[in-house]
């Protein structure tokens, strides 16, 4: 589904990736571990479409998204990645629903096609209770459920998700676990997890180790 080829990424003189080469394939859940420092997130964000990277390509299902500029590029993301981060990063002035709907409407599918695809998600995620509440209303281990079915709501080919249980206690990051290894099993969903939680990437189909750049 995505491949990667001699990525490379630097900050000012500080090089991050040093040639990253790495594939992954529809249905699988793979997680990327290694020290702060070790390029991880930087190259789950390039891989995500969120950063570019200074030299390399990155293709997703014959897509050469490394090479997607602008209005080309936001409308890819928006159709084919979904996107869980540690933060959650929810608006707080909108509703769970309205949440989970967002990026739907701006993908400019029907409204009421969208509202119904995302109660059906908070239903899956088991927090179709708080489809009215506001994230400030909302436990962390809710917050981030919802933070799941808004990652889920276009259908994406693949989910990246960025420590996605470091804000969590450790019952919620277990559910977390079995949520995204159910939801794979459901809908044969990809995710692509950077983690330090050493029990999610045991759990994962391959667990890719990186240090100084590289994929070890």
Same mark, same amino acid.
């Given at each position: 589904?995505?491949?990667?080829?001699?990525?490379?990424?630097?900050? @000012?003189?500080?090089?991050?990736?040093? &040639?990253?080469?790495?594939?992954?394939?529809?249905?699988?859940?793979?997680?990327?571990? =290694?020290?702060?420092?070790? @390029? +991880?997130?930087? *190259?789950?964000?390039?891989? &995500?479409?969120?950063?570019?990277?200074?030299? @390399?390509?990155?293709?997703?299902?014959?897509?050469?998204?490394?090479?997607?500029? @602008?209005?080309?590029? #936001?409308?890819? %993301?928006?159709k084919n990645i979904g996107f869980v981060f540690q933060f959650h990063h929810l608006?707080?002035?909108?509703? #769970?629903?309205?949440?989970?709907?967002?990026? =739907?409407?701006?993908?400019?599918?029907? +409204?009421? $096609?969208?509202?119904?695809? /995302?109660?059906?998600? *908070? /239903?899956?995620?088991?927090?179709?209770?708080?489809?009215?509440?506001?994230? &400030?209303?909302?436990?962390?281990?809710?917050?981030?459920?919802?933070?799941?079915?808004? /990652?889920?709501?276009?259908?994406?080919?693949?989910?990246? #998700?960025? $420590?996605?249980?470091?804000?969590?206690?450790?019952?919620?990051? %277990?559910?977390?676990?079995?949520?995204?290894?159910?939801?794979?099993? %459901?809908?044969?969903?990809?995710?692509?997890?950077?983690?330090?939680?050493?029990?999610?990437?045991? *759990?994962?189909?391959?667990?890719?180790?990186? +240090?100084?750049?590289?994929?070890?």
């Open positions: 589904m995505i491949s990667g080829r001699q990525i490379h990424k630097s900050y @000012g003189t500080v090089p991050v990736l040093k &040639g990253v080469d790495i594939d992954i394939n529809k249905g699988e859940v793979v997680s990327i571990v =290694g020290p702060s420092g070790s @390029g +991880k997130s930087t *190259l789950l964000h390039i891989l &995500g479409t969120l950063d570019k990277p200074d030299s @390399g390509t990155v293709v997703m299902n014959e897509t050469p998204i490394s090479s997607l500029t @602008g209005k080309q590029l #936001a409308a890819f %993301r928006n608006l707080p002035e909108f509703s #769970a629903i309205e949440n989970v709907c967002i990026p =739907g409407w701006l993908a400019g599918r029907k +409204k009421k $096609e969208v509202l119904e695809k /995302a109660k059906e998600l *908070l /239903a899956v995620l088991g927090v179709d209770h708080r489809l009215e509440n506001k994230p &400030g209303e909302l436990s962390g281990g809710e917050q981030q459920r919802v933070a799941v079915a808004r /990652a889920l709501i276009n259908q994406p080919q693949i989910v990246f #998700a960025d $420590e996605p249980t470091g804000n969590l206690d450790t019952a919620n990051a %277990r559910e977390l676990h079995d949520l995204f290894f159910s939801l794979r099993k %459901r809908f044969q969903q990809t995710f692509l997890i950077v983690t330090h939680n050493e029990e999610l990437a045991t *759990l994962s189909d391959r667990t890719l180790h990186m +240090k100084d750049g590289l994929i070890a």
